[in-house]
C-alpha cells in the first residue's frame, strides 16, 4: 500500500482566514481523494482529484469553498476558504489501492475558533 | 439520509471471544463492499472487503458475510486480541466503468476489548 503524509496534522485557525492541507503519496496514483469527518460524524467525500483535469465535487461541496489543486500525479492540496466553525473537522485523503480499496492518510485535524 | 449504517456506537468484547461488527446498506447500486479500522489521531486502515457477487471472504481472523438480499454485511473477528480496539468503519461504494469511486462511510462502532 502507498505510503501518504498530510500536512499540517493539526491547526487551530480563526474564522473568516483559510487553511490550506497538503498530501504526498510516495508512488504515482491516478485518483486521490478528500474526505471530511465532522466531530461524532462519518467520513464524508469532498471530491475526488484526478491529475490534469478539475476535481469532481460530491453535492454539497463547491469548488470557491474547497478549491482544490493536483499538479502532479503523487500530490494534492485541500484549500478550507472562508472558514467557519462548521468547518472544524479531520480532513483526511486517500489514493485508490490495487482493487477498489483506499488508502488514507493520518489526516489534519483542524479547529476553527 | 444514511445510506450506511452502523447502528451500534460501541460494542465490548472479552479478549479471546468473537466479535461482530452490524452494517447496512440502503443503496441497492452498491457492489463493493469494505471495512476500515481507526486508531485515534490515525487514518483509517484498510481491513477487508468483499464483492457483491461473493456471500463471503476471509483473511486470517477477519471474516466478511454479505447477506445482498438483507442489505446487511457484518465483519467476525475470532480470537479477538486487545490490539482490535479501535473504530471499525464500514463503507460502501458503487463502482462505475471499472474506474475508483469514492467512499461511502458509517458512522463507526468503536470495539472495545476487555481483558
Known amino acids: 500500500s502507498a505510503v501518504i503524509s498530510q500536512k499540517p496534522s493539526r491547526d487551530i485557525c480563526q474564522r473568516g482566514t483559510s487553511l490550506t492541507i497538503q498530501c504526498q503519496v510516495d508512488?504515482?496514483?491516478?485518483?486521490m481523494f478528500w474526505y471530511r469527518q465532522q466531530p461524532g460524524q462519518s467520513l464524508t467525500l469532498i471530491a475526488t482529484?484526478?491529475?490534469?483535469?478539475?476535481?469532481?465535487?460530491e453535492s454539497g461541496f463547491v469548488i470557491d469553498k474547497f478549491p482544490i489543486s493536483r499538479p502532479n500525479l503523487t500530490f494534492s492540496t485541500l484549500t478550507v476558504s472562508n472558514m467557519s466553525p462548521e468547518d472544524s473537522s479531520i480532513y483526511l485523503c486517500?489514493?485508490?489501492?490495487?482493487?477498489?480499496?483506499?488508502?488514507f492518510g493520518p489526516g489534519t485535524r483542524l479547529t476553527v475558533t | 439520509d444514511q445510506q450506511v449504517k452502523q447502528n451500534s456506537p460501541s460494542l465490548s468484547v472479552q479478549e479471546g471471544r468473537i466479535s461482530i461488527l452490524n452494517c447496512d446498506y440502503t443503496?441497492?447500486?452498491?457492489?463493493?463492499f469494505l471495512w476500515y479500522k481507526k486508531y485515534p489521531a490515525e487514518g483509517p486502515t484498510f481491513l477487508i472487503s468483499?464483492?457483491?457477487?461473493?456471500d463471503k471472504n476471509e483473511d486470517g481472523r477477519f471474516t466478511v458475510f454479505l447477506n445482498k438480499s438483507a442489505k446487511h454485511l457484518s465483519l467476525h473477528i475470532v480470537p479477538s486480541q486487545p490490539g482490535d480496539s479501535a473504530v471499525y468503519f464500514c463503507?460502501?461504494?458503487?463502482?462505475?466503468?471499472?474506474?475508483?469511486?469514492?467512499?461511502?462511510f458509517g458512522k463507526g462502532t468503536h470495539l472495545i476489548i476487555q481483558p
Open positions: 443503496n441497492s447500486m452498491f457492489d463493493y
Open positions: 482529484a484526478n491529475q490534469g483535469s478539475e476535481a469532481t465535487y
Open positions: 463503507a460502501a461504494s458503487a463502482r462505475s466503468g471499472g474506474g475508483a469511486d469514492g467512499l461511502t
Open positions: 508512488s504515482q496514483v491516478t485518483m
Open positions: 486517500s489514493v485508490d489501492g490495487w482493487g477498489y480499496e483506499q488508502y
Open positions: 468483499i464483492s457483491s457477487i461473493k
